[in-house]
């Protein structure tokens, strides 16, 4: 395939990986490797009365078997609290707690001898619902109780605005519980070293926070852990969390051999974190002239039985409640409550996915009311670009929605033409809908980023970041800024990510952050950067500085009539006496009023579905998903319109299919054969991205991420599409025939 220009690259790992020749880490073979087992749970919730592992101690084969004993630090994890358990020792909260962990000289053995290891219950009452766990007749899953966190937004005058209410809506919608389903499920080799240090090859999106966790648990300095995480095989925010890194490295430093440990598919659906339930009623006003007047919001999270990074979730649904519209009055609560049920956490879209689709309905509900379209009420009462952010702060100004709800309404008119349903118990819809999602981490939390350039002895330019390549495409993202901004040629460059030994801190890959922080990190560097080798040329070569720049393979000579290379990057680096080594640390930018969570950078999108519904099946088939996306200038295309129809993909599974059930605590879903996930005869042959790359004049923060923002509209659009179709409004997800039939049985229906 050729490359067509300079920002429509291919990815440097992209052959390799649809070949499938990229070994991940997983795939590591180590001299004297063992193979390590986690026993989990047997119950939701239970004390755990007694542990004996006698008997799979004396399995031969078996190198260790560890309990809470023999964690040396704090037996605790999670990004925010450490109040996950390693290896529990007197309760378990959910079907995931790791109780033991063995290590053996196969995964057969390792795996027989977790069914060794004897453990005595007491089953306790299971809290599987939210009504259970705010039900003081439930015993409480933490100190504190099972509000894990709340969080509000108040403004404006509610009772004052509801004198000139004309229409209110109210409805409540139900979220699912989706699972990340990345290719490589979680796994790696942890490798004990000679010098008492620790290799950790295991991936990670924050390869510098499992560095600081590990240390706690392990009661080692973090300077002695090396975390080593790319490749991996997808993340899309499951592998945020620690997972099995605390177990290999205690039965790495417990043998003093390599462990590899990989989870199947069953123990990582068992184990691993989805994205959260959710309970979401909104009651919303407008006025006669279809003005929105109100907005109440109440958002009770399903957080499972550990925090992770449940309240951050909660704050950013609660931020993205009111999404790009202006409401005068505007009151929001939310909830993160602790269940039994499995642990939920970081996924795509944060929690903006559950909320979105709950206020587009509104929207929508409320235009019917008023006998508009539903495009022409947005348009009334879309934010402008100098407005002020969801929580009243001061964001980077962008017309990004007015700009992406004109290109999907465009889009939307010409739909017209598409001729009509091929069989008359088919029919088919469209519908529309709009989001904005911020990036970053939002005030109040520490959201750092840097980066750094050098000339290696080798004559490479070596950039190198913290983040990993978590499948969203990072590297094309490096590469393709460093050959603009340096004007290097790409086999000059050198780029490490992935290697806490090697790189310097970037802060986590999650939160849409990644292509902003390397371009805001490359603007700082580049000058410094080329000043400092046009300078040692201009020495060793004794020539002008002005007359020099840094181009292809090596330092040029510009002239007016010609332009030739004088030194190259090689020659250059053999001369120096040490390398030349720059970095950079700062922070994402956040919005300069103090207001907890607020975001300072957006992104929009706007989505047009086109579905055909089966009205004697109840199957909706998506025929169209096309979106409008205001995110800054592009950096790479294909990586561009590959997140966007990535996103999209993920989120026709959410709105059309996904759910991992859950009963009394224990999953239904165990494998991915009663789990369904889009296949290509689900999507549309063709999905239409139209980048808005326009940014306001003088705006200062370029490009803005792009890995959530296809994720965040698909569902609402979807919803719109169906009752555009058939008439029935969609309030919970999945969209399952049952309930399309069930639906249509209580009225008629037009074919």
């Known amino acids: 395939m050729e490359q067509i220009d300079g920002r429509n690259r291919i990815r440097p790992d992209g052959k390799a990986k649809v070949t499938g020749r990229l070994s991940y880490l997983t795939d590591l073979d180590m001299p004297g490797m063992l193979y390590g087992k986690i026993l989990r749970s047997a119950h939701a919730h239970a004390n755990i009365l007694s542990i004996n592992t006698k008997k799979a101690e004396q399995i031969p084969g078996v190198h260790a078997v560890l309990t809470y004993k023999d964690v040396p630090g704090t037996n605790g994890f999670g990004i925010i609290l450490p109040d996950q358990p390693v290896l529990c020792w007197d309760r378990v909260r959910y079907v995931g707690d790791a109780i033991a962990c063995v290590a053996a000289e196969t995964k057969e053995i390792a795996a027989y001898a977790c069914t060794c290891i004897e453990v005595d219950y007491e089953p306790l009452p299971v809290i599987d619902t939210l009504e259970k766990a705010l039900d003081p007749a439930y015993p409480a899953l933490h100190p504190n109780g099972n509000i894990l966190h709340e969080a509000g937004h108040v403004r404006g005058d509610l009772d004052k605005a509801f004198t000139h209410v004309a229409h209110t809506v109210e409805q409540t919608y139900e979220l699912p519980r989706q699972l990340h389903g990345y290719m490589e499920t979680e796994g790696g080799v942890i490798v004990p070293e000679e010098n008492g240090e620790l290799t950790v090859y295991v991936g990670t999106q924050h390869g510098f926070k499992d560095q600081f966790q590990l240390s706690r648990i392990l009661n080692m300095p973090q300077s002695a852990i090396r975390i080593v995480s790319s490749p991996m095989g997808g993340s899309f925010g499951g592998k945020d969390e620690l997972n099995i890194q605390p177990y290999g490295a205690l039965l790495a430093l417990a043998t003093k051999r390599p462990i590899h440990l990989h989870q199947t598919r069953q123990e990582s659906i068992r184990s691993s974190i989805k994205r959260h339930p959710m309970t979401i009623t909104m009651k919303t006003s407008v006025d006669k002239d279809g003005y929105l007047l109100t907005h109440e919001t109440l958002i009770k999270a399903d957080t499972g039985a550990y925090s992770t990074l449940g309240p951050a979730v909660l704050d950013f649904s609660v931020e993205h409640a009111t999404g790009p519209y202006v409401i005068p009055a505007v009151k929001t609560k939310g909830y993160s409550i602790f269940t039994n049920n499995g642990v939920a956490g970081e996924f795509r879209g944060f929690g903006g996915n559950q909320v979105t689709f709950a206020l587009e309905g509104q929207m ?4 019917k009311k008023l006998g508009m379209d539903p495009i022409d009420f947005r348009k009334k009462n879309l934010r402008k670009a100098h407005d002020l952010g969801p929580l009243g702060q001061r ?4 017309d990004g929605a007015s700009q992406v709800l004109e290109a999907i309404d465009r889009l939307h008119q010409e739909q017209q033409l598409i001729e009509a349903s091929p069989m008359s118990h088919v029919i088919r819809g469209f519908g529309t ?65 992935g290697d806490t030994s090697r790189v310097p801190t970037s802060g986590s ?31 060793k070569l004794g020539m002008d500085k002005p007359s020099l720049l840094l181009g292809k393979q090596g330092i040029w000579q510009n002239k007016e009539a010609e332009s030739r290379l004088v030194l190259t990057y090689a020659e250059l680096a053999s001369e120096l006496k040490e390398e030349i080594v720059m970095d950079t640390r700062f922070d994402f930018p956040t919005t300069p009023d103090p207001i907890d969570s607020g975001h300072f950078l957006y992104s929009y999108s706007g989505v047009l579905a086109g579905v055909e519904v089966n009205v004697l099946t109840g199957k909706v088939k998506l025929i169209q998903l096309d979106q409008a996306v205001a995110a800054g200038p592009i950096v790479n295309r294909n990586g561009y319109v590959g997140q966007i129809e990535g996103g999209g993909s ?74 555009n179709a058939i008439g ?13 039939l069930h639906s249509l049985t209580k009225r008629e229906v037009r074919t």
């Not at 964001?395 to 962008?398: K, R, S």
């Not at 029935?728 to 399309?740: A, W």
């Open 650 to 723: 993920m989120a026709v599974g959410y709105t059309l299919m996904e759910e991992a059930l859950m009963k009394d605590g224990q999953y239904e879903t165990t494998n991915l054969d009663t789990y369904l996930m889009p296949g290509i005869s689900d999507l549309p042959f063709e999905m239409k991205t139209i980048p808005i790359e326009d940014l306001p004049e003088h705006d200062l923060y370029g490009p803005r991420g792009v890995g959530e923002i296809g994720t965040v509209g698909v569902a609402p659009a979807i919803a719109s599409a169906v009752y």
């Open 509 to 539: 890959t999650t939160a849409s952050r990644g292509t902003s922080m390397v371009w805001h990190a490359l603007q700082k560097l580049k000058q410094p950067f080329k000043e400092k080798l046009i300078s040692c040329a201009a020495l």
């Open 728 to 740: 029935v409004r969609i309030h919970k997800l999945p969209i399952s025939p049952e309930f399309i």
């Open 433 to 497: 809908a709009i989001t904005m999602h911020g990036g970053g981490l939002g005030y109040g939390r520490l959201d750092p980023a840097g980066g750094r350039i050098s000339l290696r002895r080798n004559g490479k330019i070596e950039l190198a970041f913290g983040f990993e390549e978590a499948g969203q495409g990072i590297l094309a993202v490096i590469e393709t800024l460093a050959l603009e901004e340096i004007g290097c040629d790409v086999n000059d460059l050198s780029i490490v990510i």
């Open 364 to 367: 929508d509900r409320l235009a």
């Open 395 to 398: 964001i980077a100004q962008t």
